[in-house]
Nanobody, 123 residues
Framework: QVQLVESGGGLVQAGGSLRLSCAAS????????MAWFRQAPGKGRDFVAA????????YYADSVKGRFTISRDNAKNTVYLQMNSLKPEDTALYYC????????????????WGQGTQVTVSS
């Protein structure tokens, strides 16, 4: 089992940048595929990015490709989401998620979730 704690959210102007972090407990972090999802008010939880457990291959939603970068540091049990060129439509609660399986774009595929960190982008 793994516990996840996100940090790094905040209020930023359009065009700005933020870096989210997700710290995981336990000694088997490298065995997990890690992902970021986001949920805007009144909407479902949408896939943002993921990094595969075996080969660190990365995957992105079309809406964030070229602007967001996911990375992981297995020595620090941490996954990051660097967000550049932020837009008001990126405003959401961002969640970190983990699975022992391969990358999936579906939230139900992830067994472990953090509490979320709020990102607000003003226009």
């Amino acid at each position: 089992q793994v516990q996840l704690v996100e940090s790094g959210g905040g209020l930023v102007q359009a065009g700005g940048s933020l870096r989210l972090s997700c710290a995981a407990s336990g000694r088997t972090f490298s065995r997990y595929t890690m992902a970021w999802f986001r949920q805007a008010p009144g909407k479902g939880r949408d896939f943002v990015a993921a990094i595969n457990r075996n080969d660190d291959r990365t995957y992105y939603a079309d809406s964030v490709k070229g602007r967001f970068t996911i990375s992981r540091d297995n020595a620090k049990n941490t996954v990051y989401l660097q967000m550049n060129s932020l837009k008001p439509e990126d405003t959401a609660l961002y969640y970190c998620a983990a699975t022992v399986g391969s990358t999936s774009y579906i939230a139900l595929s992830y067994a472990y979730w953090g509490q979320g960190t709020q990102v607000t982008v003003s226009s």
